[in-house]
């Protein structure tokens, strides 16, 4: 039978004791969204909301990273034809971007939430955000492109570029087309576009400045295996650097607490339901490493 679910309203916070009360809880969330609604796991409840680049890295180590990649493995990114696509596969291979993970399906966040096995000790949570419509974006969007080659300037480039935001201000109607006109003007915003038209040449000098304060969830093409597999899309933000994910205007945000103690059971209560390592991953390596670890001695 499952356990009791257990919420906390007045902050947004729920918790999940097994595969059963946490569907309860998916099911009883009362707000509708009037965009796309997706999920992100984390197996620590007290991580920040932030992707890898932001986590692990100097902060002026992005374009080096990326560019490096790019270097070492050109053949690999052969196919791709815009920059979000290629941040899509550098994180494939486990190199930090500016994108952040999510998914479609909640199985596929509760499963984040609780398998990794070195943080079996702490509590992981499951956070949920529902997207205002016009919020959400597909791959080829001209906007996506704009955030993604941020990636391609400097740290003190990007400085500048949010400097200038902060003299102007957040509100739309701070940005008139004179204001619009000089930020378009700076060298380093003239280099980003220059970026741009790499993959899309018939790209206006018209970006929105606002467009790089923004969160958007964007719909990855479906060339990829385990985004494919894991029902994945992206969360992706020009210059806000996710310090107020949760706080957005443009999303709203609520967490499912996962207790450390009742994460080894919804592990095999999800792989019951074939949502395991074979099936998030499907490349052979992690194939072989479930299969191991399935027939290991004192596994059953």
């Not at 000790?121 to 959400?136: A, I, M, W």
């Not at 378009?184 to 980003?192: A, C, F, G, Q, S």
């Amino acid at each position: 039978m499952a356990e009791t679910v257990k919420a906390v309203k007045a902050h947004g916070s729920y918790e999940a004791r097994d595969l059963i009360s946490y569907l309860s809880i998916i099911y009883s969330l009362s707000d509708e969204p009037t965009g796309p609604r997706c999920y992100r796991g984390q197996s620590v409840s007290s991580w920040k909301v932030k992707p890898s680049v932001m986590r692990e890295l100097r902060s002026d180590a992005e374009r080096q990273i990326l560019s490096e990649l790019l270097v070492e493995a050109p053949n690999e990114f052969g196919s791709d034809k815009s920059m979000f696509d290629k941040l899509v596969r550098a994180q494939h291979y486990s190199l930090p971007t500016r994108l952040l993970d999510v998914t479609l399906n909640p199985l596929v966040g509760l499963y984040f939430a609780c398998e990794e096995e070195k943080f079996q000790s702490e509590d992981g949570v499951v956070q949920v955000f529902d997207f205002q419509k016009g919020r959400e974006k597909f791959s080829d969007s001209d906007t996506v492109s704009v955030i993604c080659n941020l990636s391609r300037l400097s740290d003190v480039e990007k400085k500048k570029i949010i400097n200038r935001y902060d003299v102007v201000g957040p509100r739309v109607a701070d940005w008139s087309e004179s204001n619009k006109k000089m930020f378009r003007l700076m060298p380093e915003v003239k280099r980003l576009m220059q970026f741009v038209r790499v993959e899309k040449p018939y790209f206006l000098d018209k970006i929105n400045p606002l467009d790089l304060f923004r969160y958007y969830f964007v719909y990855p093409s479906k060339n990829n295996r385990r985004v494919i597999a894991q029902s994945g899309a992206f969360i992706a933000a020009g210059l806000l650097q996710y310090h107020s994910l949760e706080q957005s205007a443009g999303l709203k945000h609520k967490k499912i607490i996962i207790p450390c103690q009742c994460k080894k059971k919804i592990v095999a209560q999800l792989d019951a339901l074939n949502i395991n390592s074979r099936t998030m991953f499907p490349e052979v390596e992690f194939t072989s490493k479930y299969i191991k670890k399935k027939w290991a001695v004192g596994s059953d």
